[in-house]
C-alpha cells in the first residue's frame, strides 16, 4: 500500500493523532493493523519535560472493535525514551497513548466501553454470547472486571428521595433502594433494610428535603433520626393496601350477617377446658401467635366455615357439585374436596419452628412449676444465660401456658347468595364512576344487609376521596368519624396511622409517591433474575447504577 491508501485506513479507523498504520495483514479471521506513533517527543510521565532521545522500541499486541465480521488487531510499535531532566527519578520511561489504550492495557479503550455495554445491559455470561455474535472474543470473567471497573457515577444533589425495599430472599434477607424522585434515577442500593444503615447514607446527604417511603418502622426510624430537616411522605399505594386489608377483615367477621340476616346468631363452641393442662415438654411448646395474625386467622376461619353451611344448605336442596360450584363462585374441585372432608378446611401451621428460645424452655418450665409466671423476670433470668432474643419472644411462650381465653360470639347471619370479602373488597377500593350495573347491584345488597359494611364503605370512600383528590387537612376529621363507627378493625387502622400522622397527612396532600420507586424495584428484579440470582452487591449496583 502507497502513503496515501494508509493515511486513508489510518482515518477510516479513527487512530488519534500522531497514530499513523504503516503495513496491513487481512487474513479470513483477522485484520492486522501495524502503527507506530509518528510524534517526534514525548512528556516524561513524572516530569512531564519532552524528550527527543529514543532508547529502544518493543511491539504491543491491542485488540480492537472488529471490522465486517474480523477480529481487528493493532500491532503497535511502541517507543522507549530516555529523560534528559537531572533531578527526574525515571530514567527511561515509554511513550503513552492515551487517546487509544492505557497502559499494560490488551485491548483499546472503546473495545473495553463496548464490553462495558454488553455487561451493563446482559450480565456476564449472556453478555460474552452477545459479543461472540459481534466477533468479539471474551470470557465472562474478562467482562465482568472490565464492568466492576466503571467509576462512580458523578454525585448529584438528591431534593426528593424515594426509599423502598426488595428481596435478596424472600421472607429472610432484603436490601434498600433509593431513588431520585425528581430524575426518576437509582442513586444507591444498600445491602439491608436496617435503619442504622439508611442513617449513615442520609447523615451524608444532609440536603435531601423529602422521603417518600412506606409504613416500615426502620425507614420511618432512620428519616426521623438522621434527617429532621426532612418531610417525610407515607406513600399512598401502601395506605390504600392497608386499608384494603382490614376491609378484608372487616366483610370477612360480617359474612354470615350478610348472608343469614334472619336467622339467630351462631355462636362458637367452646371447647371444654380441663381444670389443669399438663404443661408441654421442650420440644413440642409453641410460642402464642400474635393478636393481629390471630384475629386475621379467625376472620378467614369465619368466613370459610360460612361458605360450608351455605355449601351443605344447597346440597340439601339437591343440587349438584358443579351447580353449587356455579352458584357460589367456586371450583367445582373445591366444593367435592369440601363435601368429602364434611367440614371447612383450617389452614393452620401444623409444624414446629426452631427459635432462639429453645436451648432455655427447660430452665424456663422449671421455673413456671415453681410459681414463677411473669415474662419479664424469666426474661431477665434468662437473658443472664445468655439469651439473645427479645422480651417479646419470652412473652409469646409464656402466655401459650396460660390459660386460653373465651370464644367470642360470631354476628348474626343473613342471605346473600355469592359472597367473597376479597371481591367486595375492591368494590369498595375502586371509584364508584367506574363501576358496573352488576357491581353497584351487588354493592347495594351488601350495604343493606349489613349496618357494619355499610358504615365501613362510608369510610372507605371519605378516606378514598380525601387521597385522591389531595385533601390532607379532613383527616381529623375522618378520624373522628372511625373513632364514633365502633368498628374494631376500622379503629386499629386508623390508631396505626395516627402513630405516623405527620407523614400520612403529608402524603394525603402532597404529590409525591413511591411509584417511580416500585418500577425501579421491577427493574432491579429483572436484572437480578437476569443473573439467575447468582451475583452479589456491587454487580447488581454497577449494573444499576450504569444502566444503559
Request: hydrophobic share 40%; aromatic share 6%.
Amino acid at each position: 500500500m502507497d502513503l496515501r491508501e494508509l493515511t486513508l485506513f489510518s482515518s477510516v479507523f479513527h487512530l488519534p493523532a500522531g497514530i499513523a498504520i504503516t503495513s496491513v495483514h487481512p487474513s479470513a479471521t483477522e485484520l492486522v493493523l501495524c502503527a507506530a506513533c509518528q510524534l517526534a517527543s514525548m512528556p516524561c510521565p513524572e516530569c512531564h519535560q519532552l524528550s527527543v532521545r529514543i532508547h529502544g522500541y518493543y511491539r504491543r499486541t491491542i485488540a480492537d472493535l472488529p471490522c465486517a465480521g474480523r477480529n481487528v488487531i493493532l500491532a503497535l510499535t511502541v517507543r522507549k525514551f530516555v529523560c534528559t531532566t537531572p533531578t527526574c527519578p525515571r530514567r527511561i520511561f515509554t511513550e503513552r497513548l492515551p487517546g487509544l489504550v492505557q497502559s499494560y492495557a490488551r485491548m483499546t479503550g472503546r473495545l473495553i466501553a463496548l464490553l462495558q455495554a454488553h455487561g451493563l445491559a446482559a450480565g456476564g455470561q449472556m453478555g460474552t454470547r452477545l459479543a461472540d455474535r459481534g466477533a468479539i472474543a471474551t470470557a465472562p470473567t474478562t467482562l465482568l472486571r472490565h464492568l466492576m471497573q466503571l467509576p462512580p457515577p458523578v454525585a448529584r444533589t438528591v431534593r426528593v428521595l424515594g426509599v423502598d425495599d426488595f428481596a435478596w430472599k424472600k421472607c429472610h434477607r432484603y436490601g434498600t433502594l433509593l431513588v431520585d424522585l425528581e430524575r426518576h434515577k437509582i442513586i444507591e442500593v444498600l445491602a439491608d433494610r436496617e435503619s442504622a444503615t439508611l442513617e449513615r447514607w442520609l447523615r451524608a446527604h444532609p440536603e435531601v428535603e423529602v422521603v417518600s417511603r412506606d409504613r416500615g418502622k426502620e425507614y420511618t426510624k432512620a428519616a426521623t433520626r438522621a434527617a429532621p430537616q426532612a418531610q417525610q411522605v407515607v406513600d399512598r399505594f401502601h395506605l390504600v393496601r392497608n386499608l384494603a386489608e382490614t376491609l378484608q377483615k372487616v366483610l370477612a367477621h360480617c359474612r354470615a350477617e350478610i348472608r343469614q340476616g334472619a336467622s339467630d346468631p351462631l355462636v362458637l363452641e367452646k371447647g371444654a377446658e380441663p381444670a389443669t393442662r399438663p404443661l408441654p415438654t421442650t420440644a413440642t411448646w409453641q410460642q402464642r401467635t400474635p393478636v393481629h395474625i390471630e384475629h386475621a386467622h379467625q376472620a378467614r376461619q369465619a368466613s370459610r366455615d360460612d361458605r360450608f353451611r351455605q355449601m351443605r344448605e344447597l346440597r340439601a336442596h339437591g343440587l349438584t357439585q358443579a351447580a353449587i360450584a356455579k352458584r357460589m363462585g367456586m371450583s367445582e374441585k373445591a366444593v367435592r374436596r369440601w363435601l368429602q372432608r364434611e367440614t371447612a378446611p383450617t389452614w393452620k401451621r401444623h409444624f414446629r419452628r426452631r427459635s432462639v428460645f429453645d436451648p432455655y424452655g427447660e430452665y424456663v418450665l422449671q421455673r413456671w412449676q415453681a410459681g414463677i409466671h411473669e415474662g419479664k423476670q424469666l426474661y431477665e433470668e434468662i437473658r443472664a444465660q445468655g439469651f439473645p432474643g427479645s422480651l417479646r419472644i419470652v412473652q409469646r411462650f409464656v402466655q401459650a401456658l396460660a390459660e386460653e381465653p373465651e370464644a367470642t360470639a360470631l354476628p348474626a347471619a343473613t342471605a346473600a347468595e355469592h359472597f367473597s370479602a376479597n371481591n367486595v373488597t375492591w368494590l369498595f377500593i375502586r371509584d364508584p364512576k367506574e363501576l358496573t350495573t352488576e357491581e353497584q347491584a351487588e354493592l347495594e345488597l351488601v350495604c343493606q344487609q349489613s349496618t357494619t359494611v355499610s358504615v365501613s364503605y362510608q369510610l372507605t370512600q371519605q378516606f378514598l376521596t380525601m387521597l385522591r383528590q389531595r385533601r390532607g387537612q379532613e383527616f381529623e376529621t375522618w378520624l373522628s368519624a372511625v373513632e364514633a363507627s365502633n368498628i374494631s378493625e376500622l379503629g386499629r387502622f386508623a390508631h396505626s396511622l395516627l402513630k405516623d400522622q405527620n407523614a400520612v397527612v403529608a402524603g394525603l396532600t402532597l404529590s409525591y409517591s413511591n411509584g417511580p420507586v416500585e418500577a425501579q424495584v421491577h427493574k432491579l428484579k429483572l436484572v437480578k433474575r437476569s443473573m439467575f440470582g447468582r451475583a452479589k452487591l456491587p454487580l447488581l449496583r454497577q449494573r444499576l447504577l450504569h444502566a444503559v
